[in-house]
């Protein structure tokens, strides 16, 4: 890929603003992720309406530069050099919630948690379970994140996205296909809003599954800084399970330690670098291969500085 002119990139995202859009350069991104790992982004864009998403994607189209959405950084592993990249963030508009009786209409950089609350607060059911999950709901639906039996996907009607073409699309949900731990949604498309519906239900129900869901939360993953579950559960079997079958819980590389808590989770105790977590997972990984005959695949998004999922298999990112 030739050298993108980021000057010219600039100039043109900063002739945006009246469109809700904007632009810093050099953002660091440690500390808008759940890793607390990470470099600077060249650029990050601030976005609070459609059509600020719309210039963005238009003008890194244009100039041929990578882009990709940052929700709550939940599930990322930002390269120690950071990202050569444009950044978008959601906020304004498209982070904002409306209820109409049973439905909610939110925006894409919505936290999570907010929908929740908003739902339990109104009596629906359908995503109590999913409060302690560290997302936007864009984040959330791009991954089709779920627990204790709840999926986001189970409760989306429709998703507006924009896509690499600058088209915007309303895409209905049985259009939508996904997954454990994946949805067409977060491939080369922002979901700037999305509509939900939920099913009336009693508060004390509502509360005892809350409960319930929090209390299991809490033994299962550590309180220090992760990204969640580093690697997908294999058909049929845990991931954990098999890790700690291995000897992984306590493993370390530099800042980064297998957690002793749960063995899917690798933890920042202070200092980490992406590169001492692309060893871990590379030995973690490793070890299940030769032990079990079974190849990990990735549930956190490992990043390569020009901002794309890496494409390199989970054993060889050292
Ligand atoms: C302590 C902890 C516990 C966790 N528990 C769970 C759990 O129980 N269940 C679970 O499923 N996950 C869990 N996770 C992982 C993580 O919270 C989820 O994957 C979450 O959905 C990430 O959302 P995010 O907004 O932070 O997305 P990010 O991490 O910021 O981004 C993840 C991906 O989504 C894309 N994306 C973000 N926003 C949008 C958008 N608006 N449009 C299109 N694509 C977008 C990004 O480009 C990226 O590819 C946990 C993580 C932590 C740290």
Redesign the pocket.
């Known amino acids: 890929m030739p050298t993108a002119d980021w000057g010219a990139v600039l100039a043109r995202l900063g002739s945006s603003r009246g469109a809700g859009l904007e632009v810093s350069e050099g953002v660091p991104l440690a500390g808008r992720?759940?890793?607390k790992i990470g470099g600077p982004a060249r650029v990050v864009a601030r976005c609070r309406s459609r059509e600020a998403v719309l210039a963005c994607l238009a003008t890194c189209g244009e100039a041929g530069v990578p882009w990709?959405?940052?929700?709550?950084?939940?599930?990322?592993l930002v390269p120690d050099a950071g990202l050569d990249a444009v950044v978008l963030v959601?906020e304004g508009e498209l982070a904002g919630l409306e209820r109409r009786g049973p439905r909610f209409l939110v925006g894409?950089?919505l936290p999570?948690a907010k929908l929740v609350r908003a739902a339990v607060d109104a009596s629906l059911a359908g995503v109590e379970c999913?409060g302690?999950?560290?997302?936007?709901?864009?984040?959330?639906?791009?991954?089709?994140?779920?627990?204790y039996g709840q999926e986001i996907l189970d409760v989306l009607d429709w998703a507006e996205?924009v896509d690499g073409e600058g088209q915007v699309r309303r895409m209905e949900r049985w259009e939508i296909e996904g997954g454990y731990?994946w949805s067409v949604?977060?491939t080369g498309?922002?979901?700037?809003t999305a509509e939900f519906v939920l099913v009336p239900e009693r508060p004390e129900v509502l509360a005892e599954r809350v409960r319930l869901a929090r209390e299991r939360?809490r033994a299962a993953?550590?309180p220090e800084p992760?990204?969640?579950?580093i690697f997908r559960n294999p058909p049929g079997d845990h991931a954990g399970r098999l890790l700690e079958l291995v000897g992984c819980k306590g493993l370390r590389r530099g800042g980064a330690m297998v957690s002793q808590q749960h063995a899917n989770?690798i933890v920042n105790l202070g200092g980490a670098s992406a590169a001492d977590v692309r060893e871990l997972i590379a030995e973690m990984a490793r070890r299940v291969r030769e032990r079990f005959d079974v190849v990990l695949e990735l549930?956190?998004?490992v990043l390569e500085p020009d901002g794309s999922?890496t494409a390199r298999p989970p054993h060889d990112l050292a």
Not at 68 to 76: A, I, K
Not at 226 to 229: C, E, L, M, N, R
């Open positions: 992720t759940t890793f990709l959405v940052l929700g709550l950084g939940g599930n990322v959601l894409g950089g999570l999913l302690g999950i560290p997302a936007t709901v864009g984040g959330a639906l791009a991954g089709n994140a779920g627990a996205v731990r949604l977060g498309r922002v979901v700037t939360r993953i550590p992760s990204a969640g579950s989770v549930e956190v998004k999922v």
